[in-house]
């Protein structure tokens, strides 16, 4: 069994930046596939940007390409999501969640085996 406690989650100003912090449980972190998704009210959660981890390539949806950087910091058994130059529609609850048997498919929801219980990112105009 694998918790996820996200946090950093707020308000800001259209133009501003947060970053969301992702902490896990388990001996394994550096294995896991570690993901976030995105969900605003009335639509389906998207895949935002994941981290293959044990030096796996990251990758990214087109629109926080050049915005949004995920890492992790092994030790501390974290994930994180910088997200900078933000826009009222990235607006969202943000998820992170670990898929623990990685594979090559990154980007589907159904693919992770955790999730964290989500924290509200809002951008102002």
């Known amino acids: 069994q694998v918790q996820l406690v996200e946090s950093g989650g707020g308000l800001v100003q259209a133009g501003g930046s947060l970053r969301l912090s992702c902490a896990a449980s388990?001996?394994?972190?550096?294995?896991?596939?570690m993901g976030w998704f995105r969900q605003a009210p009335g639509k389906e959660r998207e895949f935002v940007a994941a981290?293959?981890?044990?030096?796996?390539?990251?990758y990214y949806a087109d629109f926080v390409k050049g915005r949004f950087t995920i890492s992790r910091d092994n030790a501390k058994n974290t994930s994180y999501l910088q997200m900078n130059s933000l826009k009222p529609e990235d607006t969202a609850v943000y998820y992170c969640?670990?898929?623990?048997?990685?594979?090559?498919?990154?980007?589907?929801?159904?693919?992770?085996?955790?999730w964290g219980q989500g924290t509200q990112v809002t951008v102002s105009s």
């Open positions: 388990g001996r394994s972190f550096r294995t896991y596939t």
């Open positions: 981290d293959r981890g044990s030096g796996g390539s990251t």
């Open positions: 969640a670990a898929d623990v048997n990685p594979t090559l498919i990154i980007a589907s929801p159904r693919h992770y085996d955790y």
